[in-house]
């Protein structure tokens, strides 16, 4: 048995030594035994689930969750002190000195008077702290791990400052309209998916100029995205309610018949309640 100390509140030191003691020969066999790779989808899952609860503007659930996330934080840490290659105190130390050196305008003699100024400085030093010489350096490091809507749109953000971009949002368009009629003659020739201009492709050609246009009208893609998700649950939803046979045993057409119908439903109890 593992002796902790009992207190009314517990502190950084306290949470760093749990994080010792389970990972410890007396520790506990799981934590024991975990590597970088074997927790790593935990650390998505933890952060997902922290933005879960920002979403819902839960305060409670947002500090359990902020957490877990730290402890996921610790453990990585706590796994490189063991390999000897650095410990939570370089994490801490490395980081404060990040914001020291990225806030030119705050700790040094750099001006900001507004977000925008701020975050120019900030990109500044980055470049300058990250060694990039060129966009395309820049372009490199954004972590292919990203989401990929959300890389896509972080790569845009990156060249359209440097000068790449269209000149309008419907110039995109025009472009995405494009890279659809690829997509489909891509379709209509079949072949292997993952041929040169197959539909692997040209559809990721379709999903990277759809990003463009979010970027360019300043909306995350991922959050487009994850509406249209919820929005196409609740007409589902809507469709298998007044369904009277399972959805197989219908046409197309009278499958798109109820989505209408389920569509136009939803939109008539928008109506009402702004009535």
Avoid at 50 to 58: Q, Y
């Amino acid at each position: 048995m593992v002796h902790f100390p009992c207190k009314d509140r517990y502190g950084w030191e306290d949470f760093l030594e749990m994080v010792r003691l389970l990972r410890s020969p007396e520790g506990c066999p799981w934590d024991r035994v975990q590597t970088h790779a074997s927790i790593r989808r935990n650390f998505l899952e933890e952060t997902y689930e922290a933005l879960d609860a920002l979403d819902r503007d839960d305060a409670g659930d947002l500090c359990e969750e902020l957490g877990d996330v730290l402890l996921q934080t610790a453990f990585h840490a706590q796994i490189e002190a063991e390999r000897g290659r650095f410990t939570m105190g370089d994490v801490v130390d490395g980081v404060t000195r990040k914001l020291l050196f990225r806030h030119p305008h705050v700790f040094g003699d750099a001006q900001a008077s507004s977000g925008e100024e701020a975050l120019a400085n900030w990109e500044a030093r980055k470049r300058q702290e990250k060694g990039h010489a060129a966009t395309a350096d820049a372009v490199e490091a954004v972590p292919h791990t990203l989401p990929a809507l959300w890389r896509a749109e972080k790569i845009q953000k990156k060249t359209a400052k440097a000068g790449f971009d269209w000149e309008s949002p419907l110039h995109a368009l025009d472009k995405l309209e494009e890279e659809v009629r690829e997509l489909r003659e891509a379709l209509e020739a079949g072949g292997p998916l993952d041929t040169p201009h197959g539909v692997q492709e040209e559809l990721g050609d379709v999903l990277f100029m759809a990003a463009k246009i979010a970027q360019m009208n300043g909306v995350d893609p991922e959050d487009a995205l994850h509406r249209s998700c919820d929005k196409f649950d609740r007409r589902f939803r809507a469709v298998e309610a007044g369904a009277d046979k399972p959805l197989s045993a219908y046409t197309e057409a009278e499958l798109v018949s109820l989505w209408k119908a389920a569509k136009a439903a939803e939109k008539h109890t928008d109506t009402q309640d702004t009535l």
